[in-house]
């Protein structure tokens, strides 16, 4: 079965300072893997997705994230973080062909304090 | 239409009663899911629709769930008899080519309030 853990609840980070987000996942073959962010009362938005090639993937807003093979992780990052990016963060893992279904992390609510 | 669009956005209901919660997909959209989100717990899968069949409904709770797509558009997530641990916020959301590896577009949601 298909997995993902975000082990960080929350996270407090300083405008301008630089974020990383973590993600692990677990999945028996190949992922597709997905950030997604919700801000307060809205639906989600996706952010970037890795599906093969290069690891390190471009996302908008700013973002990016690593595909990590060895350490099944796909940890998000930002060089320099804005109070605009306060919201919840999710990880999510999908499979090859055939399996639909996307699998979310619980979430890492992250705080900007100026 | 240009996004998902869920309604009510919001839905206070009696223990007990039923409720219909409604998804309009981005148009041209097979694929179609449904999602609830509860206080600290992410995104649990209930449903997913390829036109108006369900291959996969293996996430829905309990038999008091049950959802329908007609005109491989419109679904309606309906909840009979409701409970308190039915509480939460009820996302839909929509992809292209039937493949939701490519990325959902996720409607605002239906918080959903049991009393």
């Known amino acids: 079965a298909q997995s993902v853990t975000q082990p960080d609840i929350h996270i407090t980070v300083s405008e301008g300072a630089s974020l990383e987000l973590r993600c692990n996942y677990s999945?028996?073959?190949?992922?597709?893997l997905f950030w997604y962010v919700q801000s307060p009362g809205q639906g989600l938005q996706l952010l970037l997705k890795?599906?093969?090639?290069?690891?390190l993937v471009q996302g908008i807003k700013g973002f990016e994230a690593e595909f990590k093979r060895s350490q099944s992780s796909f940890n998000l990052r930002k060089p320099s973080v804005h109070w605009s990016d306060a919201a919840e963060y999710f990880c999510?893992?999908?499979?090859?062909?055939?399996?639909?279904?996307?699998?979310f992390g619980t979430g890492t609510r992250l705080t900007i304090i100026p | 239409g240009a996004g998902v669009s869920q309604s009510p956005s919001n839905k206070v209901t009696e223990k007990g009663k039923d409720v219909e919660l409604r998804c309009d997909p981005i148009?041209?959209?097979?694929?179609l899911y449904w999602y609830r989100q509860s206080l600290g717990q992410g995104l649990e899968f209930l449903i997913y629709?390829?036109?108006?069949?369900?291959?996969?409904k293996s996430g829905l709770p309990s038999d008091r769930f049950s959802a329908e797509r007609t005109g491989g558009s419109v679904s309606t997530l309906t909840i009979q008899r409701t409970q308190q641990e039915d509480s939460a916020v009820y996302l839909c959301?929509?992809?292209?080519?039937?493949?939701?590896?490519?990325?959902?577009?996720f409607g605002s949601g239906t918080r959903l309030t049991v009393v």
């Open positions: 959301a929509s992809s292209s080519g039937g493949r939701g590896l490519w990325g959902y577009t």
């Open positions: 999945y028996g073959a190949t992922p597709y």
């Open positions: 890795y599906f093969s090639g290069d690891t």
């Open positions: 999510a893992v999908g499979g090859s062909f055939g399996n639909e279904k996307l699998t």
């Open positions: 148009s041209g959209h097979t694929a």
């Open positions: 629709f390829q036109g108006n069949s369900a291959p996969d």
